[in-house]
């Protein structure tokens, strides 16, 4: 019976600071506070903004911050609680941001409904600062294969994010260069280190960039973004990781000169700009030279090339005499990155096969490229070949010998041979 009396009373007392007092939760304060003082340049730190009341999410403008910071999330929160019969409501901001420069910045007064947060100094250090002896949780660290190359030439990226605190969830965002393609290579690769004493888990990702344009370029390395674990105290006294803090964490920007295509280099229908190192090769099969009327053969020609990716390779065109006609298969391009430098390769078979007896000259085939170490031009050559087609028993009478100035054809449009 008491139990029921007192908890009648408990609802009354309730009822009664709900209606009969409408402006026991009026807005009297607004508070700011960071959770890192002084930061990192490429750290993110979280302001928190509590008023004391139940207000609107869009009550609080965060512009006046954009001056000296970049803003990268905002997160909401209303809270009511009730001690001893007394009723209270908070709206808490916590918004994650990001410094534009290094320094002492201000954060600004806020205002909500005519109250004004206290405005804070920020110390913000240089990421090599060694002002600052923190062993910084995250970090993210970019370098790329070359800041000096030429345009369409490939430059390897390599990411590595080092995380050395619990995550409960994270995301790097992708690199951007105005005027480039950028392409991840292979998956991203885990292992642990060691930096300045503490231990890292490390996640290492690699991109090929392929720059359209000339000029002094900036690229705008990967963001993580993500929550991580942080010890809390409870009322137990014991240290717990049940609460999660919102991080970001910004990579330096790095520069990248890129040289426009020389005035020595020719541009025409038989050659294409191609930077760094191009190379063919050859094969037959069969590797005899016992070749016979009607026989097919294989003539396998690879090229491959240092510094440009599969998509740059230019199309690979073989010529030959009218009575040898020519298939070619369909080409097969690979690229894989190999101590920091992107190899493509274009491999080709073409099939030969000879209506006619006697001697046949392939020509030469010329592909030019531009030597980046030696600021020169160049060419990939693969000489003529002569080959021999001797008489086949088995082949129809019809097959004549005579191959005597024939004319040349293209591989991929081989018309069909006319018999005299």
């Given at each position: 019976?008491?139990?029921i009396i007192y908890k009648?009373?408990?609802?009354?007392?309730?009822?009664?600071?709900?209606?009969?007092?409408?402006?026991?939760?009026?807005?009297?304060?607004?508070?700011?506070?960071?959770?890192?003082?002084?930061?990192?340049?490429?750290?993110?730190?979280?302001?928190?903004?509590?008023?004391?009341?139940?207000?609107?999410?869009?009550?609080?403008?965060?512009?006046?911050?954009?001056?000296?910071?970049?803003?990268?999330?905002?997160?909401?929160?209303?809270?009511?609680?009730?001690?001893?019969?007394?009723?209270?409501?908070?709206?808490?901001?916590?918004?994650?941001?990001?410094?534009?420069?290094?320094?002492?910045?201000?954060?600004?007064?806020?205002?909500?409904?005519?109250?004004?947060?206290?405005?804070?100094?920020?110390?913000?250090?240089?990421?090599?600062?060694?002002?600052?002896?923190?062993?910084?949780?995250?970090?993210?660290?970019?370098?790329?294969?070359?800041?000096?190359?030429?345009?369409?030439?490939?430059?390897?990226?390599?990411?590595?994010?080092?995380?050395?605190?619990?995550?409960?969830?994270?995301?790097?965002?992708?690199?951007?260069?105005?005027?480039?393609?950028?392409?991840?290579?292979?998956?991203?690769?885990?292992?642990?280190?060691?930096?300045?004493?503490?231990?890292?888990?490390?996640?290492?990702?690699?991109?090929?960039?392929?720059?359209?344009?000339?000029?002094?370029?900036?690229?705008?390395?990967?963001?993580?973004?993500?929550?991580?674990?942080?010890?809390?105290?409870?009322?137990?006294?014991?240290?717990?990781f049940g609460e999660t803090?919102?991080?970001?964490?910004?990579?330096?920007?790095?520069?990248?000169?890129?040289?426009?295509?020389?005035?020595?280099?020719?541009?025409?229908?038989?050659?294409?700009?191609?930077?760094?190192?191009?190379?063919?090769?050859?094969?037959?099969?069969?590797?005899?030279?016992?070749?016979?009327?009607?026989?097919?053969?294989?003539?396998?020609?690879?090229?491959?090339?240092?510094?440009?990716?599969?998509?740059?390779?230019?199309?690979?065109?073989?010529?030959?005499?009218?009575?040898?006609?020519?298939?070619?298969?369909?080409?097969?391009?690979?690229?894989?990155?190999?101590?920091?430098?992107?190899?493509?390769?274009?491999?080709?078979?073409f099939a030969l096969v000879?209506?006619?007896?006697?001697?046949?000259?392939?020509?030469?085939?010329?592909?030019?490229?531009?030597?980046?170490?030696?600021?020169?031009?160049?060419?990939?050559?693969?000489?003529?070949?002569?080959?021999?087609?001797?008489?086949?028993?088995?082949?129809?009478?019809?097959?004549?010998?005579?191959?005597?100035?024939?004319?040349?054809?293209?591989?991929?449009?081989?018309?069909?041979?006319?018999?005299?």
């Amino acid at each position: 019976m008491v139990k029921i009396i007192y908890k009648l009373l408990v609802l009354i007392s309730l009822t009664v600071i709900l209606t009969t007092s409408p402006n026991a939760f009026a807005l009297t304060s607004v508070t700011a506070s960071v959770d890192s003082n002084p930061v990192m340049s490429n750290e993110s730190i979280v302001l928190t903004i509590i008023a004391d009341d139940s207000v609107e999410r869009d009550a609080l403008d965060t512009s006046p911050l954009l001056t000296s910071f970049i803003i990268a999330r905002t997160e909401v929160s209303s809270q009511t609680s009730i001690v001893n019969l007394s009723m209270s409501k908070t709206t808490q901001w916590q918004i994650v941001l990001m410094p534009r420069s290094t320094g002492n910045l201000i954060i600004p007064s806020l205002t909500i409904d005519g109250h004004q947060s206290q405005p804070i100094t920020l110390q913000v250090l240089d990421q090599g600062s060694t002002g600052s002896k923190q062993k910084q949780d995250i970090f993210v660290t970019a370098e790329l294969s070359s800041n000096d190359i030429y345009v369409q030439q490939v430059v390897t990226l390599t990411i590595k994010l080092h995380v050395g605190v619990q995550i409960q969830r994270g995301s790097l965002t992708e690199p951007t260069l105005e005027g480039a393609t950028i392409e991840q290579i292979g998956k991203d690769q885990e292992s642990d280190g060691i930096v300045n004493g503490k231990r890292y888990r490390i996640i290492e990702r690699t991109y090929a960039i392929t720059p359209e344009y000339s000029g002094e370029l900036t690229l705008t390395t990967p963001m993580f973004s993500g929550d991580v674990m942080v010890q809390s105290q409870r009322r137990s006294g014991f240290l717990s990781f049940g609460e999660t803090k919102p991080v970001n964490v910004l990579g330096d920007k790095l520069s990248l000169n890129v040289r426009p295509i020389p005035d020595s280099f020719p541009i025409s229908d038989n050659s294409r700009w191609l930077p760094e190192l191009l190379t063919l090769h050859q094969e037959w099969q069969p590797e005899a030279a016992d070749f016979k009327v009607g026989e097919p053969i294989t003539r396998t020609i690879t090229l491959t090339a240092a510094g440009i990716g599969k998509a740059q390779l230019p199309n690979i065109v073989m010529e030959a005499p009218l009575w040898l006609k020519v298939y070619p298969d369909q080409a097969e391009e690979h690229a894989n990155l190999t101590k920091e430098r992107l190899i493509s390769q274009k491999r080709q078979n073409f099939a030969l096969v000879a209506s006619h007896a006697g001697e046949y000259v392939l020509p030469k085939i010329t592909i030019a490229w531009w030597n980046t170490i030696t600021n020169k031009y160049q060419q990939a050559v693969l000489p003529e070949q002569k080959i021999i087609i001797k008489a086949n028993p088995d082949a129809p009478k019809s097959l004549v010998t005579n191959t005597a100035q024939a004319p040349l054809i293209q591989a991929n449009n081989a018309p069909e041979p006319l018999l005299p």
